[in-house]
C-alpha cells in the first residue's frame, strides 16, 4: 500500500534504496519519476511540467512503480 511504501521511504538509507533499485526494473522514465517523487520530494503536478508528460500519465506511472516496490519491500 501507499503508506507502507511511505514509511519504508521515511527511513530508508541510501544504501536501501539503492538495494531496492537493484531489485526492480523501471524503465528510463520510471527510473526519472522515482527519483524526482520519491528521492527528491517533487510533487506530480511538476514532475508532469518537467517531463512533458499529463499528470494522469505520471500517475499511472507511480501506480506501476509502487507495485513493483510494494513486492521488494513486503
Not at 544504501?15 to 527528491?40: C, G, H, P
Request: include cysteine.
Amino acid at each position: 500500500s501507499i503508506k507502507e511504501i511511505n514509511r519504508y521511504f521515511e527511513n530508508a538509507t541510501r544504501a536501501d534504496v539503492n538495494d531496492l533499485l537493484s531489485k526492480i526494473i523501471l524503465s528510463e522514465r520510471q527510473t526519472r519519476i522515482f527519483e524526482m517523487f520519491y528521492l527528491k520530494d517533487m510533487n506530480i503536478g511538476f514532475i508532469a511540467d518537467s517531463l512533458g508528460y499529463s499528470q494522469s500519465v505520471i500517475s499511472e506511472e507511480l501506480k506501476v512503480i509502487r507495485c513493483k516496490i510494494s513486492a521488494v519491500i513486503q
